[in-house]
Each structure stands twice: as structure tokens, then as C-alpha cells.
């Protein structure tokens, strides 16, 4: 028993060591504000050729809500955002019009005031991380790819991919629960499912502290998936990595139906739990990942290289 | 606080002359917090907030009272850097966290779930 416990507990990471180890070491303070907010993100990561989200507007200032309703004309279905939000608040996704208001991803009605105080809420901050002023960005509404769109209730899927010094190390996907409400962010309810890095085929399924193969809302299989276009996918995490120089970073990752594969956002504070979707470690993946140089090589090296260590590194 | 003096002294309330500043700080700043989370997250979230902010408050309060606590830092001051220094050594632990060992060990020490496909066996031939 306390040997086992000292096994687990010198392959976990754990906060601790991820802040000083890991964010502290890799991640230059003057780079989080580009991750931290989305529209500076897309500007990196456009200018890279990398795929993201188109945005049809952003609105800066109070007096610029008063254009909403009108510019919303122009606009079929799309999400609300928080520039800096975090862990998904604040997201509203608007999947039509109807009798002079919005139809809501949960079917919901809401009168055009509902949407504007929404975008006041977000200017003012409420949802931003410094809790101060933020920008609101309306996006295109993604369609997830038939492969991923089952496995979510209503909410879109992502994939999430942590990517140290360039060289992706572990993945999971994330969908969203009735609980959850349309979000897949696991603290609010939603499940995190491991992801076999080598070939892209889900493993296991967590939902809070449960292990389960079928989602519990639309009773679809959660493991055994196979997920398009994997190594694209990863090779898009690690050249995200190298736009913003960080070391230690979790990319978030979604395939559109018709565009493919596109970036959501980035977070220089990855979470732990991926740990417990793959019901891995991260710590023996990460030393060997320093054991090498892996800044040097090409993107596609370095897909291999995290694909092999997982393999192999215990 | 002027108010309260004045009242205090015309009706002859001795107790409202002795309120000091520092707790009316302390309550307005408390007050303002609740109706920020109030606003944002919702009345049920403030109010449980503010329970857990009393509940810690009556727990230091208890803790400093009855245990003789109050005398040895006001006679030995330097006693606070010897906190920075616990402060410090704690910040540095790199290991799991106590309630990390119950986040992570609960879930992983549970049975295996069977994976419908077997890849990583598969790829490891």
C-alpha cells in the first residue's frame, strides 16, 4: 500500500512542482498576456498560417453594444466571448433568430437587451480574469465533425493537448454534459476522456470521479473513438507552442465540419487532470522530454518523439 | 461612525462610543464583497462565501483568544518572521499536496476500466 502510494506520488504532478518546475521555468511572464486573451491569440496565431476560429466582431467600448443589434444581422449563428474569460464563463453560443430576440445553444429565448447586458457584463469584467475591464469577441459558430458531434451533449467538443518545450506529451478529449450546460470545461461537469497519443483512439472516460464508457446524457460510446486527422491535430499543438514561446502549454483544439481541424484557445496554466483521463503520470513523460533537445527539431520530430515516449517511458 | 458617536452620547448608549474604526472597515468591506459575488455569481455562492469568511474569522478569532497566543506575539514580534520562514519552506514543497493525494488517488486506485480497444498493448508489440 505505501509503496504503491509513493509509486503514484512520484509520477503525478502535482501543483507545486507544475508552478515552480514547469510554469515558472518554461512559460516568460510578458507571453501570458498573449495567451491570456483571445484576440491577441488568433492575431499570433492567423499570422502563422495556423488555423482559428473566424472573428466576426469585437467590441471594445460600452457606446459600441449599441451597434449590436444591427451588426447581428449580418451574422446566422455565433458565440459570445469573453477576450480573457476563463474556464469557459461567460460563452454564449446563439444558434439563431427568432421574433425579434436570439434562440440559445439551449434552446432558450432571449430578447437583443438580454444579449447587449450580456456584453456589458463582459466589458466590465465580470467574467475577465484580472476581474477588471475585457473585450467581448462575437465568433463563428463551430460545428463539431461528425466523428466528434455524438459524443458531446449539445456543447462542442475539444481537444485538449499539452505540449512541453514543443513536443506534445498527453492528450484528452473534453465534452460537455447536460450538467455542464453546454461547456466542456471538467470543473463545471463535463468529462474528460485520455487519449492514446500514438494513433488518436480514446481510452478512458472520467465524469467527476467516475469511470464510465457511455456518455450519461446521449448514451454514446465515449471510448474506442477514433479522432480525424490526429497527427495534424498535433502538429498544430506544437506549432501553437512556437508562436507563443511557451514551454509548458495547453493547446485547445476543436475539428470544424467543414474547415477541419482549428485552434479554441491556449492556456499557459494547464490543468492536472488530464492526469487522471489517461490515468497516467505526467511526471516520467516530462523527464524524458528534458533528457533531450527537443527545441531544435522539426514539428513533425517532435509529434514522433511525444508519440514514442508515451510508448515507452513508464 | 460620527453618527454613531453622536447617538451614542445623546441617548446615553455607552457601548456605541466605544465602536472603533477598524471593525466598521472591516464590515463595509465585507458588505461590498458580498453584493460584487452577489452580482456575479449569484445569491447562494455570496452567502456561502461569507459563511465561510465569518466561520474562519470566529476560528482565529477562538484560536488567538484561548491560546495564549496574543501575549507571545505582542512580547516577541520577531516570531512573524519565523512564519515568513514556514511561509517559505512550505512554497518550496515540490510533492503532491495533501488534498492532491485524495484528488488523484481516489480516482486512479479505483479498478480499471476495461477500454474497448486495447491501442496502447496493440502499439507496444
Redesign the interface.
Known amino acids: 500500500m505505501i509503496m504503491?502510494?509513493r509509486a503514484?506520488?512520484r509520477s503525478?504532478l502535482?501543483?507545486?512542482?507544475r508552478n515552480?518546475?514547469l510554469i515558472s521555468r518554461y512559460n516568460p511572464r510578458n507571453q501570458f498576456q498573449v495567451v491570456d486573451n483571445k484576440i491577441k491569440t488568433k492575431a499570433v496565431l492567423s499570422t502563422l498560417q495556423i488555423p482559428v476560429v473566424e472573428t466576426f466582431m469585437v467590441y471594445q467600448l460600452q457606446r459600441d453594444i449599441s451597434q449590436f443589434a444591427e451588426q447581428s444581422h449580418a451574422w446566422g449563428e455565433f458565440v459570445i466571448k469573453p477576450a480573457q474569460g476563463a474556464g469557459g464563463e461567460g460563452v454564449l453560443i446563439v444558434t439563431g433568430k427568432n421574433k425579434g430576440g436570439f434562440v440559445l445553444s439551449d434552446d432558450r429565448w432571449v430578447p437583443v437587451q438580454e444579449l447587449e447586458s450580456h456584453l456589458a457584463d463582459i466589458l466590465g469584467g465580470?467574467f475577465s480574469l484580472n476581474q477588471r475591464y475585457d473585450e467581448a469577441l462575437i465568433e463563428r459558430r463551430v460545428h463539431a465533425h461528425p466523428a466528434l458531434a455524438p459524443l458531446s451533449f449539445r456543447g462542442l467538443p475539444d481537444i485538449r493537448v499539452l505540449v512541453f518545450r514543443g513536443v506534445p506529451v498527453m492528450a484528452m478529449l473534453r465534452v460537455a454534459t447536460q450538467a455542464s450546460r453546454g461547456r466542456a470545461n471538467l470543473h463545471l461537469g463535463g468529462i474528460g476522456v485520455g487519449i492514446?497519443l500514438?494513433?488518436g483512439?480514446t481510452?478512458?472516460?472520467?465524469a467527476g470521479?467516475q469511470?464510465?464508457?457511455h456518455h450519461p446524457d446521449t448514451q454514446g460510446?465515449l471510448?474506442?473513438r477514433t479522432i480525424p486527422d490526429w497527427n495534424e491535430l498535433l502538429m498544430i499543438a506544437a506549432r501553437c507552442a512556437d508562436a507563443v514561446a511557451l514551454g509548458y502549454v495547453g493547446v485547445d483544439l476543436t475539428i470544424d465540419a467543414s474547415k477541419g481541424p482549428c485552434v479554441l484557445e491556449l492556456n499557459a496554466r494547464p490543468g492536472?487532470s488530464i492526469?487522471?483521463a489517461n490515468?497516467r503520470g505526467l511526471r516520467p513523460l516530462l523527464t524524458a522530454v528534458e533528457q533531450q533537445t527537443p527545441e531544435a527539431l522539426p514539428v513533425l520530430e517532435r509529434v514522433h518523439l511525444g508519440q514514442r515516449l508515451t510508448?515507452h517511458a513508464e | 461612525m460620527v453618527g454613531l458617536t453622536v447617538l451614542g452620547a445623546t441617548l446615553g448608549i455607552g457601548a456605541l462610543l466605544h465602536v472603533s474604526i477598524f471593525p466598521m472597515v472591516i464590515m463595509a468591506n465585507l458588505i461590498e464583497n458580498f453584493t460584487n459575488t452577489q452580482?456575479?455569481r449569484g445569491t447562494g455562492e455570496a452567502f456561502r462565501l461569507t459563511l465561510n469568511t465569518l466561520l474562519v474569522a470566529t476560528c482565529s478569532y477562538v484560536g488567538i483568544e484561548n491560546t495564549g497566543l496574543k501575549p507571545l506575539v505582542l512580547t516577541f514580534p520577531e516570531l512573524l518572521l519565523g512564519i515568513i520562514a514556514v511561509e517559505l519552506l512550505l512554497?518550496?514543497?515540490?510533492?503532491?499536496?495533501l488534498v492532491?493525494?485524495f484528488r488523484?488517488?481516489?480516482?486512479?486506485?479505483?479498478p480499471?476500466?476495461?477500454?474497448?480497444?486495447k491501442?496502447?498493448k496493440v502499439?507496444?508489440e
Do not use: C, H
Open positions: 504503491k502510494i503514484f506520488a503525478m502535482g501543483l507545486n512542482r515552480s518546475d465580470v492514446d500514438t494513433v483512439v481510452t478512458y472516460a472520467l470521479r469511470w464510465i464508457t460510446l471510448s474506442g492536472l492526469q487522471l490515468r510508448r | 452580482l456575479e512554497g518550496r514543497w515540490r510533492g503532491l499536496r492532491e493525494y488523484f488517488y481516489g480516482v486512479l486506485s479505483s480499471e476500466p476495461e477500454p474497448l480497444i491501442t496502447r502499439s507496444a
